[in-house]
């Protein structure tokens, strides 16, 4: 069994490389907005296993021009059925919650950032499907 501390990163397989930063390694999303995978937590801290995907979309806010939670929560959907079924089920683990995060900018776990936007879905995952838990 493994026994998971705080929240800590992994970093599997290129999955969470560096390399995603860059304009050639975007992730397809029903919006078309640029998005690609910052990073993977597995996070014991809420009692229970969360695995946390932590995506960069710089396009995402709130004022003109940008992409609104509305459009985003349609891609949160997405990369949650498209990525996070994919991984969890590749490294065998059984999370309580999937959660789902793009962020406009970089920004270290637990940490605020006031002139962020960030956006969060949660899932629990049911027979290969990302069921909206809503947080």
Known sequence: MWVWGRAFAMVLLGWASPAF???DNLLPVPSGQPVHLSDVLLDNNPGELWVRFRFIAPKIGS???RIG???ASADMEHLCQTLAVAYVAKYEL???RVVISLSD???EFGRSSPDATQ???AYRLEQSR??????
Do not use: H, K, M, N
């Open 119 to 121: 956006y969060f879905e």
């Open 94 to 96: 059984d999370p309580a």
């Open 130 to 135: 990302c069921i909206w838990e809503g947080l």
């Open 63 to 65: 004022t003109v021009g």
């Open 105 to 107: 900018r970089p920004i």
């Open 21 to 23: 930063a860059q304009s």
């Open 69 to 71: 939670y509305d459009v």
